[in-house]
């Protein structure tokens, strides 16, 4: 079956605008994870959704930084006001639950640059 | 809160073994997990530790002490495609899944 699936797979974007990021998990994956990595780092949580549940939202470095998911499926993230330390891989996950988290699906990345 | 370490850089040979430890620091802890990325790529599991031993797939091992809270992964007839990074991750408390910094694995002939 089809993957997770991120888009775009790459975006250059001017300080001070504003991205959105695309996810899609695999079809009946309740868990849904947003990672950060920039260049040869390691994997910076930044929001979690579970079913219906609130958000985790702890990981989210700035207010600047928000999440949704809709329809317990598809998710975009929103980086408003984009700073150059902005600039990194930004992942998309899901399990079939927190219960499963342990073995995370991951897309491909959307790879941002803010000039 | 969670902290991981593991070695930055670990390089061995085409055919030997490597072990690449992880040691963590967590509460409620439920287990260690490990990923794989090459390159420009996406983590791939790897492995699952819930209880203490070792658990073996294919090429791949993975060891869980729990009472010494250290685990690492093993790898055995290392092939060149086995050059990647390595993350260990711990579930623990009501946080998914926390990641180490990863140890980055070269094979060379």
């Known amino acids: 079956g089809a993957g997770v699936s991120q888009s775009p797979s790459n975006k250059v974007t001017e300080k001070g605008k504003d991205v959105e990021l695309r996810c899609d998990p695999i079809?009946?994956?309740?868990?849904l994870y947003w990672y950060r990595q920039s260049l040869g780092q390691g994997l910076e949580f930044l929001i979690y959704?579970?079913?219906?549940?609130?958000?985790?939202k702890s990981g989210l470095p700035s207010d600047r930084f928000s999440a949704e998911r809709t329809g317990g499926s598809v998710s975009t993230l929103t980086i408003q006001r984009t700073q150059q330390e902005d600039s990194a891989v930004y992942l998309c996950?899901?399990?079939?639950?927190?219960?499963?988290?342990?073995?995370?699906?991951f897309g491909p990345g959307t790879r941002l640059t803010v000039t | 809160g969670q902290s991981l370490e593991q070695p930055s850089e670990v390089t061995a040979v085409e055919g030997a073994i490597v072990q690449i430890n992880c040691t963590y620091q967590?509460?409620?802890?439920?287990?260690l997990s490990w990923y794989q990325q090459h390159d420009g790529g996406a983590p791939t599991f790897l492995s699952y530790?819930?209880?203490?031993g070792l658990e073996e797939t294919g090429r791949f091992s993975s060891f869980l002490s729990r009472s010494d809270s250290y685990g690492y992964l093993l790898l055995q007839e290392l092939q060149m495609k086995d050059s990647a990074s390595y993350f260990c991750?711990?579930?623990?408390?009501?946080?998914?899944?926390?990641f180490g910094k990863g140890t980055r694995l070269s094979v060379i002939a």
């Open positions: 996950a899901s399990s079939l639950a927190t219960s499963g988290s342990y073995e995370q699906y």
């Open positions: 079809s009946g994956h309740t868990a």
């Open positions: 959704f579970q079913g219906n549940s609130a958000p985790d």
């Open positions: 967590t509460s409620g802890f439920y287990g």
């Open positions: 530790n819930a209880l203490d």
């Open positions: 991750a711990v579930r623990s408390g009501n946080t998914p899944l926390v």
